[in-house]
């Protein structure tokens, strides 16, 4: 194994978490000692992820697991071995939501670095986290990518949550998603991370007429290539919904020319936005919205309008673009923060006295985003230092999460 860690709470069992899937690296918990594994690479590639099954079934042999850990995604290459290997060691398999594994990433680290942590008890009655990224399966079955959520502690509430916001994979824990980015649709599904243009014709079609939605797409589409992905968006054939920060900021670096319409490599587009940056405008108004209606199955307080964000950067697109860029990823992080400072607030407090938002965990992704990242530390909130913030961290944050619940 690669680095190993104590962790101050120490339980009798070994557990095995298998981590998300475009980095594989799974994680060993033996009695107090936290194991991680090197990153194997993204394990939809057949050779990967045959090197990181072999390392994986190594290791059961040196010790049986008790629990073996995965995301929650069906799909992915590491949550059908997760399956597969509990069967066969009759062991259980608890999937951990995407984003939860990583704010629980970030949880971990601060308890690795703080030297003021009690250690009889590790989390604090309440605290947030704010997630962000590309890709994460929801609970709702769409893919997430720019979450808030609400943790508390069962032991020191008496309440009786019937949330429908609320997380019931939780034992001693209450997770509720406060907030998120607004929805929007992926035309083609993954594809539109493979072309951001596509996100782009859907975003831009909220609020444009067909004409013009063409005129800002046409040097990404032929006309008849245009025809049809927006038959398809009006159809919703092939379409998923998102609320990923990733989709949103790799559609700006493409409708600024900073990216093409393509993906070579994993957050691509988003990094060629930050590299272009420099000082944000301070003339656009956060638009954070009380949905009107239930977002499917989870009741969401607060959501962050994206769609009001295209309209302000096409109506400055004559404006320096560098700036825009960074207008753009400060939106986002300021609408990150102030859902979550809205939240602390004290019951019919309409005045906060304090700017910071201390027990605020940033992870995802995104959080290497140097331009947000920066934003939110500078109110308080914390990121990894040691542990990986992107998909590398999610092994680690799903044993921290199950040890703590």
Same mark, same amino acid.
């Given at each position: 194994m690669k680095k190993t860690f104590h962790f101050p709470k120490k339980e009798k069992l070994c557990i095995l978490s298998l981590g998300a899937e475009s980095a594989g !690296? *799974? +994680?060993?918990?033996?009695?107090? &000692?936290?194991?991680?594994?090197?990153? *194997? $690479?993204? %394990?939809i590639e057949e050779n990967n992820f045959k090197t990181f099954k072999k390392a994986v079934l190594s290791q059961i042999k040196t010790k049986k697991p008790n629990v073996i850990l995965t995301d929650l995604h069906p799909l992915y290459n590491s949550t059908i071995l997760g399956h597969k290997l509990s069967e066969k060691l009759k062991v259980s398999h608890i999937k951990v939501q /995407? /984003?939860?594994? /990583?704010?629980?990433?970030?949880? $971990?680290?601060?308890?690795?670095?703080? &030297?003021? +942590?009690? #250690?009889?008890? %590790? %989390? =604090?009655?309440?605290?947030?986290?704010?997630?962000s990224d590309g890709t994460g399966y929801g609970f709702d079955g769409n893919i997430w990518g720019g979450e808030v959520f609400k943790i508390e502690s069962q032991k020191s509430k008496v309440e009786n949550y019937n949330s429908k916001s609320q997380i019931n994979n939780s034992q001693n824990l209450i997770i509720q998603r406060i907030g998120s980015l607004e929805e929007q649709t992926m035309i083609g599904g993954d594809l539109a991370v493979k072309e951001p243009a596509r996100m782009l014709i859907s975003i831009l079609s909220k609020f444009l007429s067909k004409e013009k939605v063409y005129i800002n797409v046409k040097k990404f589409y032929t006309k008849n290539e245009f025809? @049809?992905? *927006?038959?398809?968006?009006?159809?919703? *054939?092939?379409?998923? &919904?998102?609320?990923?920060?990733? !989709?949103?900021l790799d559609t700006v670096s493409v409708l600024f020319g900073f990216a093409k319409n393509e993906r070579k490599s994993k957050h691509e587009a988003t990094k060629? @936005?930050?590299?272009?940056?420099?000082? =944000?405008? #301070?003339?656009? #108004? @956060?638009?954070? &919205?009380? =949905?009107?209606? #239930? @977002? !499917?199955?989870?009741?969401l307080q607060k959501v962050l309008d994206t769609t009001y964000l295209f309209k302000h950067l096409l109506k400055n697109i004559d404006k320096d673009k560098r700036r825009l860029a960074a207008t753009a990823q400060e939106y986002i992080a300021k609408g990150f923060y102030e859902i979550v400072k809205e939240a602390k607030l004290p019951a019919r407090s309409l005045i906060s006295t304090s700017k910071n938002i201390p027990n605020t965990y940033f992870a995802g992704g995104m959080a290497n985003n140097k331009n947000i990242s920066s934003y939110l530390e500078n109110k308080g909130v914390y990121t990894s230092k040691k542990i990986p913030r992107g998909d590398e961290g999610i092994a680690f944050g799903q044993i921290v999460f199950y040890i703590l619940n």
């Amino acid at each position: 194994m690669k680095k190993t860690f104590h962790f101050p709470k120490k339980e009798k069992l070994c557990i095995l978490s298998l981590g998300a899937e475009s980095a594989g !690296r *799974f +994680v060993v918990y033996d009695n107090g &000692k936290i194991s991680i594994s090197e990153n *194997f $690479g993204d %394990l939809i590639e057949e050779n990967n992820f045959k090197t990181f099954k072999k390392a994986v079934l190594s290791q059961i042999k040196t010790k049986k697991p008790n629990v073996i850990l995965t995301d929650l995604h069906p799909l992915y290459n590491s949550t059908i071995l997760g399956h597969k290997l509990s069967e066969k060691l009759k062991v259980s398999h608890i999937k951990v939501q /995407h /984003h939860i594994a /990583h704010i629980f990433s970030a949880v $971990g680290n601060y308890i690795f670095e703080s &030297k003021a +942590v009690d #250690k009889n008890n %590790l %989390l =604090p009655d309440t605290f947030y986290g704010i997630a962000s990224d590309g890709t994460g399966y929801g609970f709702d079955g769409n893919i997430w990518g720019g979450e808030v959520f609400k943790i508390e502690s069962q032991k020191s509430k008496v309440e009786n949550y019937n949330s429908k916001s609320q997380i019931n994979n939780s034992q001693n824990l209450i997770i509720q998603r406060i907030g998120s980015l607004e929805e929007q649709t992926m035309i083609g599904g993954d594809l539109a991370v493979k072309e951001p243009a596509r996100m782009l014709i859907s975003i831009l079609s909220k609020f444009l007429s067909k004409e013009k939605v063409y005129i800002n797409v046409k040097k990404f589409y032929t006309k008849n290539e245009f025809e @049809l992905l *927006f038959s398809q968006l009006q159809q919703n *054939f092939n379409c998923q &919904k998102t609320t990923s920060t990733g !989709r949103i900021l790799d559609t700006v670096s493409v409708l600024f020319g900073f990216a093409k319409n393509e993906r070579k490599s994993k957050h691509e587009a988003t990094k060629f @936005l930050e590299e272009n940056s420099t000082i =944000p405008y #301070k003339d656009y #108004k @956060l638009q954070i &919205k009380n =949905p009107a209606c #239930k @977002l !499917r199955s989870y009741e969401l307080q607060k959501v962050l309008d994206t769609t009001y964000l295209f309209k302000h950067l096409l109506k400055n697109i004559d404006k320096d673009k560098r700036r825009l860029a960074a207008t753009a990823q400060e939106y986002i992080a300021k609408g990150f923060y102030e859902i979550v400072k809205e939240a602390k607030l004290p019951a019919r407090s309409l005045i906060s006295t304090s700017k910071n938002i201390p027990n605020t965990y940033f992870a995802g992704g995104m959080a290497n985003n140097k331009n947000i990242s920066s934003y939110l530390e500078n109110k308080g909130v914390y990121t990894s230092k040691k542990i990986p913030r992107g998909d590398e961290g999610i092994a680690f944050g799903q044993i921290v999460f199950y040890i703590l619940n």
